[in-house]
C-alpha cells in the first residue's frame, strides 16, 4: 500500500504494478452490474433484465462524466508527484475535492430530474420503463458516492497506489454480492433492491478509499490547500471538462443506438443486454493498462523523460493486443454459457435472446484488440495533459456509432446495430494513434524528444 515512482526502472513492469491489481479491482466492479444482472434476469425474468439494459447508456452518460471529470482532475496530480512537488499537489488535491463536491450534487441533481424525459426519448417500452424508472431513481440517488470514490481512486492512482482502490473494490463487491442476494432473491424487490444493493457498496468503497488517503503524510492538507484557487481550479476544469465531455459524447451516441435497440422488442434487448454485460469484462484489462498508462504518461512528464513515455506506451500496446486476443478466445469458447446465465424464461424468448447475445459477443471479441489500442493511446495523451484529441476520438466515435446505427440495419438487418459499436472502436483508434505519432514526431522535429 505505498505510493510509486514511475520515472525509474523497466516500463512495462511499472505499468503492470498499477495495472494488475486496478484489474482485480476493476473484475469486482463489473461484478456490481453483472451480479446484478445475473441475479435480476435469473430471478426476475426476461423483462427485469430487459429493464436493467434498457437504461445502460443513459446510466454510463452521468458514470462517464463522474469518470471523465475526476480522470481530468488526477492528471496534475500525477505530474506534480512526478517532479517532486508536493505542496502543489497538496493544493490540486484539496481545489480539486471542491470541485467534485460541487459537480458531483449539481449531476445528481440532472439525473434525476431527467429519468422520465429520456426514458421517454429512448423509447424504452412501456412494460418495462416503471422497472426503470424505479431502478434509476436509486442508483442515481448514489451518485454522490460515485464521484466521491472516483476522485479518492484517482488520486491514489496518480500517486502509482494501485491495490488500495483495488481492497476497496473486493471489499465493496462483497457487500454488493451479498446485498444483492438478500435484497433480490430472499426479500424480492426486484431492480430496486439491485440498485439500492449498488449504493451502499458504493459508499463502502469509499469510506475505504479516504481511510488510505488519510495515511498518506505527505497528502495531509491544510486550511490554505483548501482555499478556492482560480487558477487551479481552471486547469483542473481544463483537463477534466473534455475528459468528461469525450465520456459524455460517446454516451449520448451509445443511447441513440439504445433507441433503436429498445424499437426492436424485448428478446432483442435481453440479448443484447446481456451482451454489455459482458462488455465491461471484455474491457476491464483494457481500462486497466489506459489507467496506468496515464498515471505513467503523467509522472514521466512532470520529470521531463520523454523518450520513457514513448518506450512505456509501446510496451502496454503490445502487452494489450496479447491480452485482447487471450480474452477473445475465452469468449469464443464459454461465451455462450456466459450469456445463458443472465436469461431466464419461456423457452423461445430464452433461445432467441441468447442467438442474439452471442452474435454480438462473438464480433465484439474478434475486434477486441482495437478496443484496447483505443485504451491505451487515450489515456497516454490525457496523461500527457492532451486532453482535446481524446474529446475529438469521442465525437469520431458518437458519428461512427450513430451513424452506422442508423444506415447498416437497412443494409444488412439487426447486425448493423452490432457493427455500429466495431466502427465506433476503429474510428477513433485511427485518431488517437495518428494523434499521438504527430504529438512525438513534432517534439522530435524541435530537438526536444531527449530522455
Known amino acids: 500500500m505505498t505510493v510509486r515512482n514511475m520515472t525509474e526502472g523497466n516500463p512495462i513492469r511499472l505499468i503492470l504494478s498499477v495495472a494488475l491489481p486496478l484489474m482485480v479491482g476493476n473484475i469486482f466492479q463489473q ?78 441533481a440532472v439525473a434525476l430530474i431527467s429519468i422520465p424525459h429520456v426514458l421517454s426519448l429512448l423509447q424504452t417500452p412501456s412494460s418495462i420503463r416503471p422497472l426503470s424508472t424505479r431502478y434509476l431513481t436509486v442508483l442515481f440517488s448514489g451518485l ?66 479516504l481511510r488510505r488517503l488519510r495515511q498518506i503524510a505527505f497528502l495531509r492538507l491544510s486550511g490554505e490547500d483548501l482555499r478556492f484557487s482560480s487558477a487551479i481550479c481552471a486547469r483542473l476544469l481544463a483537463l477534466g471538462l473534455p475528459v468528461a465531455a469525450q465520456n459524455a459524447v460517446i454516451a449520448i451516441g451509445g443511447m441513440i443506438v439504445q433507441r433503436i435497440v429498445n424499437a426492436i422488442s424485448v428478446t432483442f434487448i435481453a440479448g443484447y443486454t446481456a451482451t454489455n454485460k459482458l462488455y465491461g469484462v471484455l474491457e476491464i484489462a483494457a481500462i486497466s493498462y489506459g ?120 443494409l444488412i438487418g439487426y447486425r448493423g446495430v452490432f457493427w455500429a459499436e466495431i466502427l465506433a472502436w476503429l474510428g477513433a483508434t485511427v485518431i488517437l494513434v495518428t494523434s499521438y505519432l504527430h504529438f512525438f514526431a513534432s517534439r522530435h522535429a524541435k530537438g526536444m524528444a531527449g530522455d
Not at 479518492?152 to 444483492?180: E, F, K, Q, T, W
Not at 475529438?392 to 437497412?410: H, N
Open 291 to 410: 489507467y496506468a498508462t496515464s498515471t505513467y504518461a503523467g509522472q514521466n512528464l512532470g520529470a521531463q523523460k520523454i523518450a520513457r513515455i514513448r518506450k512505456g506506451v509501446r510496451a502496454a500496446g503490445l502487452t494489450g493486443i496479447v491480452t485482447a486476443a487471450a480474452i477473445a478466445a475465452l469468449m469464443f469458447l464459454f461465451g455462450r454459457g456466459l450469456i445463458a446465465s443472465f436469461i431466464s424464461g419461456a423457452a423461445d424468448e430464452v433461445t432467441q435472446s441468447v442467438a442474439i447475445g452471442c452474435e454480438y459477443l462473438y464480433l465484439m471479441s474478434a475486434f477486441l484488440p482495437v478496443l484496447y489500442l483505443l485504451h491505451i493511446y487515450r489515456s497516454a495523451l490525457q496523461g500527457m495533459g492532451r486532453t482535446v484529441m481524446p474529446m475529438v476520438s469521442g465525437l469520431v466515435e458518437f458519428v461512427m456509432r450513430t451513424g452506422a446505427a442508423f444506415f447498416l440495419p437497412g
Open 31 to 108: 461484478l456490481y452490474t453483472v451480479v446484478d444482472a445475473q441475479i435480476v434476469g435469473s430471478v426476475e425474468g426476461v423483462s427485469a433484465l430487459a429493464a436493467l439494459g434498457a437504461s445502460d447508456w443513459f446510466n454510463w452518460l452521468f458514470l462517464g462524466i463522474i469518470q471523465g471529470i475526476a480522470q481530468g482532475f488526477t492528471i496534475p496530480m500525477a505530474q506534480a508527484f512526478g517532479a517532486e512537488d508536493y505542496a502543489s499537489l497538496r493544493r490540486y488535491v484539496g481545489n480539486a475535492v471542491l470541485l467534485a463536491a460541487s459537480t458531483g450534487i449539481a449531476i445528481t
Open 144 to 209: 454522490p458516492f460515485v464521484m466521491a470514490y472516483n476522485l479518492m481512486a484517482g488520486i491514489l492512482r496518480s500517486l502509482g497506489d494501485g491495490r488500495s482502490p483495488l481492497y476497496a473494490m473486493i471489499v465493496a463487491a462483497a457487500v454488493n454480492i451479498g446485498l444483492d442476494l438478500l435484497f433480490v432473491a430472499v426479500y424480492g424487490w426486484g431492480v430496486t433492491g439491485a440498485a439500492v444493493a449498488t449504493v451502499i457498496a458504493q459508499a463502502a468503497s469509499c469510506l475505504l478509499c
